[in-house]
């Protein structure tokens, strides 16, 4: 069979480590897709050997790619701990994919006969066993964290337009196939094997190549004129004693708006915590809000705001028409450590930090979904919050019944690092997944009006206020992905249990053959 050697200490340790660093590549903001792939090629070819020794190297790779991806955690969190502790949770996942490749690989290596096409099963299974680690990835502990999920890295590749079909699963099955194809091409040009060289080869660029022939046209059943609005963050070591922050944040978004009231936008779009005191309970956020509504005549609009029940909180995005909160959903799934605390009593011993997320968040168990009547129509907007835009299962619950994809956000803790692009990636690739377009409203940046095709028409810059009044066609389309997302995701779990079943019966089989 063509699968790899072992390789010395010295080959495994820079194939790990350049792993890593190629998916990272792969990703904003740098966006070379093209190297996320032949990572994937690197740490394939370190499926053989020890499973222990295997481990540690997928442990070191992904530890690389998740360090990297996540400079954010350390400026959000101000301790390199919380960087440090997120990247080893997630490189764990890569450790134990790479055991199952290991194991894999020594099972089937053992067969002498149909080589070609067990190798054939072999490859297509090492591709989906990337698929059930991203989604057990993504799904445990604390609901999982699918930041840095494979799929938001080729959003500018031909497999993007996968996604329809399939989500980031179907997109990250096909990129990692085309990447052992490319590790097989390249296992068998050390055996001299050309015709399999070719094969393999040929058949990696077809299936990378091939998506781009696919159409993603839908006709629009309207459009409605959106005001997408950035206020901007204060600094808050320049404020005084007396001066309210979250106050500050929601009077600069009203200034902002208001350069734009000459455009008459029929929906105005305020993003996550744009007012983080509660303008349903708050008399000077309120207030603050009214002068707005006052000013543009009660054009409707969606915005972020905090309700604060003692201990708790919800994140919640309001419609308003007519001056009137006529909608309300709330944050399904609040961010583990950054916005509710799990072991409270043991982490916060540990992380002294920690204490300041002195009010927990709670999750809503609403669908992520808010309707507003403008003048050109009813707009239904699918709105994840934030990072609920990496949740296939909310977003695609949400677009059911949307017509637009709405992704407000509140970026500001994160600095100038790579998340607010990242997030990008995910809006752009959920635009096409859904066939819908999508808005990004971030307080400090980056928001985005994006086609439904992936195609970014705004985008803002980091920490400035901006504002922009744009077009914005609505798609009544529902696509296969949206409609499959729950069978999908149940799917690849029984399909998964069923590959670890086959893996104890074939090695039980081979042990019987032995005696």
Not at 415 to 437: C, D, I, N, W
Not at 440 to 463: C, E, K, N, P
Request: charged residues 15%; proline residues 4%.
């Amino acid at each position: 069979m063509n699968f790899p050697r072992k390789y010395g200490f010295l080959a495994s340790l820079l194939f790990s480590l350049g792993a890593g660093g190629l998916l990272y590549c792969a990703a904003p903001p740098l966006n070379l897709w093209l190297l996320g792939i032949i990572g994937i090629a690197l740490l394939w070819l370190l499926s053989t050997g020890g499973v222990f020794s295997r481990f540690c190297c997928g442990v070191l790779s992904g530890f690389t790619y998740f360090y990297l991806l996540f400079d954010w955690a350390t400026i959000a969190s101000k301790t390199e701990l919380a960087r440090v502790a997120l990247a080893l949770s997630q490189s764990i996942f890569i450790g134990l994919l790479l055991v199952i490749w290991t194991l894999w690989h020594r099972l089937v290596n053992r067969s002498s006969r149909h080589q070609a096409i067990i190798l054939s099963v072999t490859l297509i299974l090492d591709a989906f066993a990337w698929v059930l680690v991203e989604q057990c990835r993504s799904s445990f502990p604390f609901g999982g964290m699918p930041w840095g999920t494979l799929a938001f890295s080729l959003v500018d590749s031909p497999l993007i337009n996968l996604a329809s079909f399939g989500s980031t699963q179907l997109v990250g099955f096909c990129a990692v196939l085309s990447a052992v194809l490319i590790a097989q091409a390249f296992v068998s040009l050390t055996r001299l094997r050309f015709f399999t060289v070719i094969t393999t080869a040929v058949t990696a660029v077809a299936l990378i190549l091939a998506p781009t022939f696919i159409g993603q046209y839908a006709l629009p059943t309207g459009e409605v004129k959106v005001g997408v609005v950035q206020g901007n963050v204060p600094d808050e070591e320049k404020l005084g004693p007396k001066q309210s922050r979250a106050l500050i944040v929601t009077q600069n978004h009203a200034d902002v708006t208001s350069k734009i009231v000459r455009d008459k936008p029929d929906l105005i779009i305020w993003p996550e915590s744009s007012s983080d005191r509660d303008i349903r309970s708050d008399s000077e956020a309120k207030a603050i809000l009214d002068a707005v509504l006052e000013e543009t005549t009660g054009t409707p609009m969606l915005l972020g705001t905090q309700k604060y029940m003692g201990t708790t909180r919800t994140n919640d995005v309001l419609a308003i028409e007519n001056s009137e909160v006529v909608g309300t959903y709330s944050k399904q799934h609040p961010v583990p450590f950054g916005e509710y605390l799990p072991w409270r009593s043991f982490i916060e011993k540990i992380v002294p930090e920690a204490k300041k997320i002195s009010v927990d968040m709670v999750s809503g168990d609403s669908p992520a979904y808010l309707s507003v009547k403008t003048a050109n129509g009813v707009v239904r907007a699918a709105v994840p919050i934030c990072f609920e835009v990496a949740y296939t299962s909310i977003v695609s619950e949400g677009a059911k019944n949307a017509n637009l994809l709405v992704v407000p956000t509140n970026n500001a803790s994160f600095g100038y690092s790579g998340e607010p692009l990242q997030q990008l990636a995910m809006t752009r690739f959920r635009a096409v997944e859904l066939r819908k377009s999508a808005i990004q409203a971030s307080t400090s940046g980056t928001s985005a009006v994006v086609s439904a095709r992936g195609v970014v028409r705004y985008q803002s810059d980091l920490f400035e206020q901006a504002a922009k009044t744009i077009n914005v066609p609505l798609y009544e389309t529902l696509t296969f992905a949206v409609r499959s997302a729950k069978i999908r995701e149940t799917g690849i779990f029984i399909a998964g249990i069923a590959m670890i079943i086959a893996m104890f019966g074939i090695s039980l089989r081979n042990r019987q053959r032995n005696r």
